[in-house]
């Protein structure tokens, strides 16, 4: 992958954002393990986040602020690739899928997370329900399909350029600092968080994590 393309669409994300959208990734890796009993790609999962976002938006809710560019088969999302290797590397996502201790985070997190945040957490799951068969083939050739607007034109997606980013930042999602100060615990250290010992300063969790 070219490099400079994948620059222009990093961010630089706070502790509590990579701590929120890496569980986001976790759950829609559950749901479709759940509902079709398969893993998720890669391909699908990005674009089914994409589809995410774009229904937010079209709903007027609070922003993922996940960044998505246009890339070979279509949305891309380098802060959702980065996400599904910390998983892994975390022990909570495997090429089967979804592991138990990621299961007990998701269980730990998802009424507390879906209290906050109900549009959001209502239409992941939805979501990923609708599209959880999809294969790498179909997911691209959905998103294909789209239309998107950008600077006030409508395109098809495969007229749009190549690193083109997509979406506008709206209002941030307001979850408790506490709250995503657990949550970046429970994903790098779950022995910790399943011990009840909670961290509540930032610099300890972006240490964990190993955020600035």
Known sequence: MDRKVVRAAEVERTTG???LHRFLVLL???????????????TPLHKILFNVRRTLQRLAAPDLSIVFMKYHFGP???TVT?????LREAGLLTASGVTPRGERVIEAFRAPLAAIMPKVMKTIVSEAEHRASWTAERAKKEVYALKVRLN?????????PMGTLFFERTAALEVPAHLL?????????????EAGLRFGDSATAAALLGAP
């Open 17 to 19: 954002e990579m701590a």
């Open 28 to 42: 829609v890796a559950e749901v479709v393990q759940r509902k079709a009993r398969t893993r998720v790609g890669s």
């Open 76 to 78: 891309y999302s380098p």
């Open 82 to 86: 980065a996400d599904e290797k910390f």
């Open 152 to 160: 006030d034109q409508v395109l098809p997606m495969k007229d749009v």
């Open 181 to 193: 100060l657990d949550l970046a615990v429970a994903l790098s250290h779950p022995t910790r968080h």
